[in-house]
T-cell receptor, first 110, second 113 residues
Framework: NAGVTQTPKFRVLKTGQSMTLLCAQDMNHEYMYWYRQDPGMGLRLIHYSVGEGTTAKGEVPDGYNVSRLKKQNFLLGLESAAPSQTSVYFC?????????FGPGTRLTVL | SQQGEEDPQALSIQEGENATMNCSYKTSINNLQWYRQNSGRGLVHLILIRSNEREKHSGRLRVTLDTSKKSSSLLITASRAADTASYFCATDARGGATNKLIFGTGTLLAVQP
């Protein structure tokens, strides 16, 4: 099992550009999450999903959109990137208890 | 924000010593979890303690939970250089059916060889 994978690992964007981060899990988990981690802070929840076809807002959803068209995939989109979205993004999946994390995507917005 | 807080923010000890990290939170919980993050990596689950449990052990890890004080502690015994990492507590709030976790700001542990 690969667990939770994220693509890409690194990305540099210019202000106003768009991009999609892909998260995939092979554990058949119902729950999936997107977090961002900034220096000196813990993880903050952006959006999450409790099952295929469902999404919900987390603590810091503004500027992001998500989709869960397939159970194993959870996509995070930035429609118009801003420097404030420079961060490390982590995806996680869960069966209702422990969360399993991907390796992260380091995004820089210039 | 319902974010928890860890104490201390940073801890430096010698190999072989014990390390204790504390976590405080604000809401009633179903469970509290501890995660570890090596530099530049994703988080790895260490241990989960339910709200009706007071203490739990896993190898060199000991976790306590005091729901009356809304606090938890993580003890790592006989520390090793490989234990150097950031440690986060995360709470699963009571009443939620989404398994959402609220993470603390973390304790950075440095174990000197």
């Amino acid at each position: 099992n690969a667990g939770v994978t994220q693509t890409p690992k690194f990305r540099v964007l210019k202000t106003g550009q768009s991009m999609t981060l892909l998260c995939a899990q092979d554990m058949n988990h119902e729950y999936m999450y997107w977090y961002r981690q900034d220096p000196g802070m813990g993880l903050r929840l952006i959006h999450y999903s409790v099952g295929e076809g469902t999404t919900a807002k987390g603590e810091v959803p503004d500027g992001y959109n998500v989709s869960r068209l397939k159970k194993q995939n959870f996509l995070l989109g930035l429609e118009s990137a801003a420097p404030s979205q420079t961060s490390v993004y982590f995806c996680a999946s869960s069966d209702g208890g422990t969360q399993y994390f991907g390796p992260g995507t380091r995004l820089t917005v210039l | 924000s319902q974010q928890g807080e860890e104490d201390p923010q940073a801890l430096s000890i010698q190999e072989g010593e014990n390390a204790t990290m504390n976590c405080s939170y604000k809401t009633s919980i179903n469970n509290l979890q501890w995660y570890r993050q090596n530099s530049g990596r994703g988080l790895v689950h260490l241990i989960l303690i339910r709200s009706n449990e007071r203490e739990k052990h896993s190898g060199r890890l000991r976790v306590t939970l005091d729901t009356s004080k809304k606090s938890s502690s993580l003890l790592i015994t006989a520390s090793r250089a490989a234990d150097t990492a950031s440690y986060f507590c995360a709470t699963d709030a009571r009443g939620g059916a989404t398994n959402k976790l609220i993470f603390g700001t973390g304790t950075l542990l440095a174990v000197q060889p």
